[in-house]
Structures are given as C-alpha cells and as structure tokens.
C-alpha cells in the first residue's frame, strides 16, 4: 500500500515535492518524480517563472568569492608532459646525488652548458641520455631551471661573461 505525503507553502503557493512511499515507508522516487514533474507543469504557467530563475542565478553568481589571482603565472598553460620529464630528471638526480641537491646551486654557465650539450645530443639524433636513459630534453629543461633558480637565489652564481648585467 502506499502513501501520499503533500506538504503546502501557502506563504509562496507552491506545493512542495511530494513523497510517495511504500507500506514499508521507503520512498518510491519513481512515483514522487513523476508527481514532481506534474508539479514543474503547472509553475511553467507562471509569468516571469525563467526570467526570476536567470536573475537569481546571476545574483548567485556575483555572491561568489573572490579570488585576486591578476598578475599571478597560470599554470595551467604547463603540459604534463614537461612536468613528467622534470619530476623523473630529478627522480633520477636524487638517487644519483642527494634530493633537492641542484637547489645548492651552480654556476649559471655551467648549467647553461650542461643544457646545451643535452640540446645538442638531442638535436644529433640521440633522444636519451645514456646514462640515465631519460629524455635529453628533460635533462635540459632541469639544467635550464638550475640557472632559472640560481639567478633568483644565487646571484652570485652569474657568472656570464658580460660587462653589464641585464
């Protein structure tokens, strides 16, 4: 046997959803959905019933936090692939030396070379690194962010050739 449950909000004039239950007085969804959707039937006659729902919506939307990310680096832009080769360079440089070790820091020519001799093995047809046999490409990138990181932390690291630093 089964049971209506139909609750009035006389304040607004909409009923609320009915609930429908069996004799064991579990909900039966398939009947409460069915009486639901004859209920969406009768508010599609109401005036204004989509243009108060959009508003609120926008309304909803604008009450949003904020967040102050303008001027910050998306990271997003970032492919995995990059992130991959990066993370198992330096898988690789923590068992061979010590974790986080490069961020001692070195010479920014000597990193500079070690880059471009990766570069160069690369461009001469050998995709891997002997010894590692990791992508000469990731090893590169690392080399690149060894002198990225020692400009910032270890200026006194540059040791470019130059009059004049830029």
Known sequence: MQSVKNQQNNSVGHSQPTIITN??????Y?????TSLESVGQLLNQPNLFT????????????????LDQGK?????ISLEMVELVARVRMFGANKYA??????GFKVTRS???????????LAGETNDPESGLSHLGHAICSLEHAVFDMKHHPQNDDRDCNEKV
Request: hydrophobic content about 35%.
């Open 99 to 104: 974790r986080s070790n490069w961020k001692k």
């Open 73 to 77: 680096p998306d990271l997003s832009h």
């Open 52 to 67: 108060n729902t959009f508003s609120n919506m926008k309304e909803d939307k604008m009450k949003q936090g904020n967040k």
């Open 112 to 122: 500079c070379a070690a880059a471009l001799r990766h570069i160069f093995q690369f």
């Open 30 to 34: 398939s009947v409460s959905i069915a």
């Open 23 to 28: 004799q064991d007085g579990y909900a039966d």
